[in-house]
């Protein structure tokens, strides 16, 4: 995620035209439900997410939409398997649920809170059982709010699916954490003159009356959060890019023409910025790439899964930011919110090695000059924050973003960029369609470069100070007295 709020001249000077800095609010923490599939626990930043003794395998989703009510209903089947011996099970969703079946039989099911869907089966369910939830449900997802987020993006012309940490329980019941994840089937059913854009590979489009659905389908797993679907009137381009990934790209006619024409020719660098990626990281991780530009007032890009999606404010160093994220963040998902500079770190580091390949500054002039303009400011919280645990409120924090990425600069200047580009490689490669954690990658760059590291990190990541300027820190201008 990238949000269009400039943070001053710190960011300004760090990444010309970068955008971060959403607000998140701070978790309601009077009921802990949430433990996720990886066994973690209950993560600290948000404890109702995801939940109790289940493991989703796929979520195959039907809604249907209508823009003049503002009203979804949908059916969801969930395939699950038990973690442990189950009475009953929890899902996460805010729209009001009409009727529950699990296996085919009638289940009991209530609301314990107006986030949680508290589910009783007619016979208990053995740990290690994989079995089959189907959810029916409706209501108006713009009058519905969670953890201090309205995450319901539409208007009478167009809707978007977007947000982070939370947006699925706006549109699907599901085990809400990016731990747990899930491959996806996604059926849209919106008015025929409408276009929809989900995540993977369209598997059809079928038309009935004066309405439409469209069926996508995801077959590697994803995140809950990176699950969406756009529905509205838009200009579509597919193909294939040089290296052969298949792209899909979708702009908003309700855009001002020149606007559209401008999003449509900058989203068309898709492709080359896919393929370039995929030369520096290895391999890309789904079946299809792509994005939407939205006509929507969104003040942030998200990287849902193999298609981010842009306000009109759309630009290259934005994409690959998104881009990006495909490994980092969707392909390997944080094990905990905490892990969040995994994410927005490396996908800004990202950003600065493609600039410095077409033209741009030197990442280390970069990371350089940034370190001078800002050590001064011994106090600042863009030093303070612990980046190995920002707290909920400051996952999108300027340091998760910009001193994440300085953190990889000075890794480079480490270790080299021979080892670094070895790690970030082999890191994408086993962790694929996985969780990671912070320690992990710590631990992957000592074992690839073969030095210690444990001073290197706890200066960049923990110390709540500004690094000193030597060698051992990858940085060698001192800061100016």
């Known amino acids: 995620m990238r949000t269009r709020l400039f943070l001053g001249s710190l960011l300004l000077l760090l990444v010309p035209g970068l955008v971060t800095g959403a607000s998140v609010a701070v978790p309601d923490s009077s009921r802990t439900t949430g ?129 982070q940490p939370h947006m699925a329980p706006w549109w699907f019941p599901s085990n809400d954490h990016p731990s747990d994840k899930a491959t996806y089937d996604i059926k849209v059913t919106a008015p025929r003159a409408k276009r929809v854009v989900s995540n993977g590979t369209m598997i059809s489009r079928k038309v009935k009356g004066a309405k439409a659905t469209t069926h996508w389908r995801m077959r590697d797993p994803m995140a809950t959060y990176l699950a969406f679907f756009a529905a509205g009137d838009f200009t579509i381009e597919k193909g294939r890019s040089a290296a052969g990934i298949r792209y899909y790209n979708a702009v908003s006619k309700r855009l001002p023409a020149a606007t559209r024409k401008m999003a449509l020719r900058k989203l068309r660098r898709t492709a080359s910025i896919t393929d370039w990626l995929q030369a520096r990281l290895g391999r890309y991780p789904f079946t299809s790439t792509g994005g939407l530009v ?18 009109a404010w759309i630009d290259r160093d934005l994409m690959v930011h998104e881009l990006a994220h495909q490994w980092f963040g969707d392909s390997v998902s944080v094990n905990r919110w905490r892990d969040i500079w995994l994410n927005e770190g490396l996908a800004t580091y990202m950003e600065l090695d493609h600039a410095e390949a077409h033209g741009g500054p030197s990442v280390n002039s970069w990371l350089h000059r940034g370190y001078v303009e800002t050590c001064g400011d011994v106090d600042a919280p863009f030093w303070r924050l612990d980046l190995t645990d920002p707290g909920a409120d400051n996952i999108f924090d300027a340091a998760v973003y910009h001193r994440g990425a300085m953190v990889i600069a000075a890794l480079r200047n480490r270790i080299g960029e021979s080892d670094l580009t070895r790690v970030l490689r082999t890191w994408v490669s086993a962790h694929h369609d996985s969780n990671a954690s912070v320690p992990q990658f710590e631990a992957l760059a000592e074992e690839i470069s073969g030095k210690s590291l444990k001073g290197f990190f706890d200066a960049w990541l923990r110390a709540g100070k500004v690094p000193a300027a030597t060698p051992a820190n990858g940085i060698t201008r001192s800061c100016p007295a």
Do not use: C
Request: charged letters at 25%; a positive charge; glycine letters at 8%.
């Open 35 to 163: 433990v996720q599939a990886s066994g973690l626990g209950p993560d600290p930043y948000w404890p109702k997410d995801g939940n109790a003794g289940t493991d989703a395998l796929h979520y195959s989703i039907n809604v249907s939409y209508d823009f003049a009510k503002k009203r979804l209903s949908g059916r969801t089947a969930a395939r699950m398997r038990a973690t442990r011996d189950l009475r009953g099970f929890s899902m996460d969703l805010l729209l009001k649920a009409t009727k529950v079946t699990v296996d085919g039989v009638p289940a009991r099911f209530r609301k314990s809170s107006t986030h949680e869907l508290r589910i009783t089966p007619a016979t208990p369910i053995a740990a290690g059982e994989v079995f089959r939830v189907v959810v029916s449900y409706a209501g108006r997802p713009s009058r519905l709010s969670y953890a201090g987020q309205r995450s319901w993006l539409a208007d009478r012309h167009e809707v978007v699916t977007m947000n």
């Open 294 to 311: 939205t006509s929507l007032d969104v003040g942030f890009a998200l990287e849902n899964q193999t298609r981010p999606t842009y306000g």
